[in-house]
């Protein structure tokens, strides 16, 4: 049985997103909601569900890892059965990453990733990219600028498919956190990924 978290729009929406949380918070994290108002409040309905592992760690309180690459990929493709139709998918991290390697399976309108983990922090050999080369499905990357999961010097070099879109937020971390220098504050990059994938769905 699947079960959503459904933000709808204030307006009739005119496209939805089924939206995967990453690998350390929930789909309610304070990124996630900030993230599916900003969509909301653009005309993008957002539906949110949760993996096994992380609705495992809401019932019964333990920190559990992410389950197996196969289980993740199950759980999404159940949720994107179930979900309207039409629809984008994606998710933050993680999420982005599954959805990704999902996408040309499951034919969406499109992907939105928001900071995929091209690699583990620390471990840039170690890439998670070699799907993206062949991806035929419509995509946006939205990624800060600091990023330790792939940085613009290191995604430049990768042989991604010319339909993926990869876009910079300036001094954002994998949380979309700022510099203080900037002038800007987490909120503020949230909303600039949001209106950045809301015109990639809407154009």
């Known amino acids: 049985m699947t079960s959503f978290l459904d933000t709808p729009t204030a307006i009739p929406p005119r496209a939805t997103l089924l939206l995967a949380h990453g690998a350390g918070a929930p789909m309610d994290s304070d990124y996630m909601n900030q993230l599916a108002r900003a969509l909301a409040t653009r005309g993008v309905r957002v539906l949110r569900f949760e993996f096994p592992y992380m609705a495992g760690r809401r019932e019964g309180g333990s920190k559990r890892p992410p389950n197996p690459m196969p289980v993740l990929q199950d759980s999404f493709r159940e949720h994107y059965r179930a979900a309207p139709q039409p629809l ?116």
């Open 88 to 203: 984008y998918i994606g998710g933050k991290s993680m999420g982005g990453r599954v959805a990704s390697l999902l996408a040309d399976e499951l034919q969406p309108d499109g992907l939105i990733c928001f900071g995929y983990p091209f690699h583990p922090p620390g471990k840039p050999d170690k890439t998670r990219t070699a799907h993206l080369a062949e991806l035929r499905t419509p995509t946006l990357i939205l990624q800060g600028t600091r990023d330790p999961f792939g940085k613009h010097d290191e995604v430049a070099r990768y042989p991604l498919s010319a339909q993926v879109q990869v876009d910079w937020l300036d001094t954002g971390d994998h949380d979309l956190k700022p510099l203080k220098s900037s002038g800007l504050t987490q909120a503020d990059l949230i909303d600039q990924a949001a209106e950045r994938a809301a015109a990639f769905m809407l154009g």
